[in-house]
Every structure is written in C-alpha cells, then in structure tokens.
C-alpha cells in the first residue's frame, strides 16, 4: 500500500507494524494516516477521503505519470486504479483515486461558489449522462451506469446531439474497459472517434477527447 502512495509523491513518516499496523503518508499539506486492520478486504472497504486542492490537473496528470512508471502502465480498473478527470455537477473538477487497500481518495478543485447538487436535467440524454457519471464515478455502481447508457443508445425516436453521443460512448466504454470487457470498450470507442465535430464542439469536450485518446492508446 505504501508504494502506491510512493508513487504518487507521498512520503512515509511514520510506519509500525505492532501493537497494530499503522501508518502516515505525506504530500505537501496532504497528510493521511492509516491503520491496519486483520481479516480485510480490500474489494468490501468503505474507507475513503476527499482532498481539495487549486491544482486538481496538475495533481492528475503528475499522479497518472507516478502510476506508470511504478506499474508500468496507467492502473484504471481493479486496485489500485485511478479515474479521468471530470468537471461535476456540484461544482467540483475533480478524479477519483482506489488504493491497494480499497480506500477511496478523491482529488477536487472548486469551479463554482454553488457547490450543492443540481437537479438532474429533464432531457432524455442529458440526464442519462448526470445520472451514469453518478454512478459510475460517485456511486461507482458500474452496471448500473451501463444500463443507463444502453437503454438510451438503443432509443429510436430520439437522436442525441454529437457532443452528447460522444459523451455516451466514451464513458460507456470507459465503464466497459473498467469492468473488463475490452471487446464492447474498443467498439465503442471507435465509434466515439468517427464522429465529426465543429471546433466549438470540440472546445467544449476537451476533457471527453483526452480520455477518448487515454483509452485508445
């Protein structure tokens, strides 16, 4: 656990292994602090932190680089794994980090004074997309944020606009990629890179087309 934090720039100050396991890792001002607990698993922990900071795409991108140098590749499904970087309805742009130990470390910078959650939007796709970014990144319940995305992808008396498409098919295939089926992500994906955009639309879905790209590569 503590070469994960490694990795991301963390320090260990402090570490024992009795009368319990315990540990500090620190980062800058970020201090977290760890206990070891027996008969753990890891894939049923609830453990988890929220870290504001005024530098979340620094930190992203610096954070991605530790993990592939440490694990040779960016961890993105399984523990550990790290999540894209997304602008929330709640007023944070924020990524969600999973640890060996399956704690929850989310990384956040304020975007607005409002940070209460809106109401989902009442079209059809717009609230699919509120709803399985919630799902996925929130709750992180995965099958039920694909099960939104397919149910609105299959309609057929109703046509989403190309930035809204884009953004179903790369976080459907983020969520398959994540969930191990590489068949239906690289599908999907493929799909989400042939189609056409204005630079305006392009604009406006920076952070979607960089995931797009760190998917495919």
Known sequence: MLDFYTALGFETTFQQKSPYAYAVVERGEVELQFLGMKEYDPA?????????????????????????????????????????????????????????????????????????????????????????????????????????????LELTDERPTPVQLLRLLVLRGDIAQRLGDTETAARLLERAAGGELTEEERDSVRDTLARLAELRA
């Open 44 to 152: 049923e922990s609830y453990s988890g932190c929220y870290i504001t900071t005024e530098r979340v795409d620094e930190l992203h991108e610096t954070f991605r680089a530790g993990l592939k140098a440490a694990y040779g590749k960016v961890p993105s499904r399984g523990l550990p794994r790290i999540g894209p970087l997304k602008d929330m309805s709640y007023g944070m742009r924020q990524f969600l980090m999973t640890d060996p130990t399956g704690t929850s470390v989310r990384v956040g910078q304020a975007i607005s004074e409002d940070q209460s959650h809106r109401p989902a939007p009442k079209g059809t796709f717009a609230r699919a997309l509120h709803l399985a970014d919630l799902y996925a990144d929130s709750k992180e319940d995965l099958p039920g944020a694909a099960k939104i995305i397919d149910r609105v």
